[in-house]
């Protein structure tokens, strides 16, 4: 799915994993959490405030959209908004030292290329290249 910056970053209900609506299968894919505890949760919040849980519920069931079926290109693409929403700060600090890494990378190539050393290995692969008479 293509889709901006935002549609990853947002609650959905889960339906796939649905119990009642997919507001809880939705809060746990949202935070990574396990279903099972969140479901919990709901319960044991539900019994000691049953009309603002039930509301909440209520509300959430009616007005989040149902999580996309192609919300993500691949497991990859899952693994990394997963990874964000857990930590923002760590998933940036990752991609800040994977470009830093590449641009070192990219730098070391510019300089081989740039220098007097490619031209001669250039010229020597010419040389290997070339039938001999």
């Not at 019994?47 to 999580?67: D, H, N, R, S």
């Not at 760590?90 to 990219?106: D, H, P």
Request: net charge positive; hydrophobic share 35%.
């Amino acid at each position: 799915m293509s889709c901006d910056w935002g549609c990853h970053n947002r609650f959905y209900r889960d339906t796939e994993n649905r119990k009642i609506a997919g507001v809880c299968a939705g809060i746990a894919d949202y935070f990574s959490w396990d279903v099972n505890v969140v479901r919990g949760l709901t319960v044991l919040s539900t019994i000691m405030f049953t009309f603002v849980t039930v509301g909440l519920y209520v509300f959430a069931a009616m007005f989040l959209p149902e999580k996309p079926r192609d919300l993500y290109d691949d497991d990859r693409e899952e693994k990394y908004w997963r990874q964000y929403r857990k930590s923002p700060r760590e998933t940036l600090s990752t991609a800040k030292y994977r470009f830093r890494r590449l641009e070192r990378k990219l730098n070391r190539m510019e300089a081989y290329v740039t220098s007097d050393r490619y031209q001669l290995d250039r010229e020597l692969q010419d040389l290997d290249r070339k039938p001999a008479r």
